[in-house]
């Protein structure tokens, strides 16, 4: 079993950065992502990073966010940097127990809860 623990959300101005972090409990998945969530929309893939700790990212987030984990491969981070109001959404890290991964959902196996990102203009 595998537990995911998203913090690190918030409010914050256009233009500002954001720190987003997903504490791992249980098994260590091979790969992970960040997936988010507007109201009134379909959640949508924004970063992942697969057990050779290569990254992918969204177009609308590229050269913005950076997908991360710690040494210990426990802990999963999306640094977000130039925020604007359309990246408001709920954030949820995801994990997965394949060696690659893509932004595609079903390729996941483990939610957490989620955290709110809010960008206001």
């Known amino acids: 079993q595998v537990q995911l623990v998203e913090s690190g959300g918030g409010s914050v101005q256009a233009g500002g950065s954001l720190r987003l972090s997903c504490a791992v409990y249980?098994?260590?998945?091979?790969?992970m992502g960040w997936f988010r969530q507007a109201p009134g929309k379909e959640r949508e893939g924004v970063a992942d990073?697969?057990?050779?700790?290569?990254?992918g990212y969204a177009d609308s987030v590229k050269g913005r966010f950076t997908i991360s984990k710690d040494k210990s491969k426990t802990i999963l981070y999306l640094q977000m940097n130039s925020l604007k109001p359309e990246d408001t959404a709920m954030y949820y890290c995801?994990?997965?127990?394949?060696?690659?991964?893509?932004?595609?959902?079903?390729?996941?196996?483990?939610w957490g809860q989620g955290t709110q990102v809010t960008v206001s203009s």
């Open positions: 995801a994990a997965s127990f394949r060696s690659t991964v893509s932004l595609a959902e079903y390729e996941y196996n483990y």
């Open positions: 249980g098994y260590v998945p091979r790969s």
């Open positions: 990073i697969d057990g050779n700790d290569s990254t």
